[in-house]
């Protein structure tokens, strides 16, 4: 029984930081061959914001470059999103997805409202 819970969304003022949360239950992080985060903002389709493998290779979206982190917390089993200098154009929904081979797993989402 895999299940991704995200935590940490809420409204922040442009410029300043937010920490996301994805906690994997009944599966090691380690077990998926990648996590990533997903964002969906009204009326757009749901895009890749940031990938993190297995090895520990990073990939991130252009839009979110040098302000975005994606990590693990081993002790925790959880995967994080910092997000910094964040923008108006950053408000989404924000989605943890796990991989493994052809099987991936969501989780239910966080919303991200960036506005002053």
Known sequence: QVQLVESGGG?????ESRRLSCVASGRSIF???????????????????ATLTLGGDTV????VKG???ISRDNARNTVIL???SLKPEDTAVYYCKARKLWSDYW???TQVTVSS
């Open 60 to 63: 991130y979206a252009d839009s």
């Open 31 to 49: 077990s998926f061959d990648a996590m990533a985060w997903y964002r969906q903002a009204p009326g757009n389709q749901r895009e890749l914001v």
């Open 82 to 84: 910092q997000m910094n």
């Open 107 to 109: 989780g239910q989402g």
């Open 11 to 15: 409204l922040v003022q442009p410029g």
């Open 67 to 69: 302000r975005f982190t």
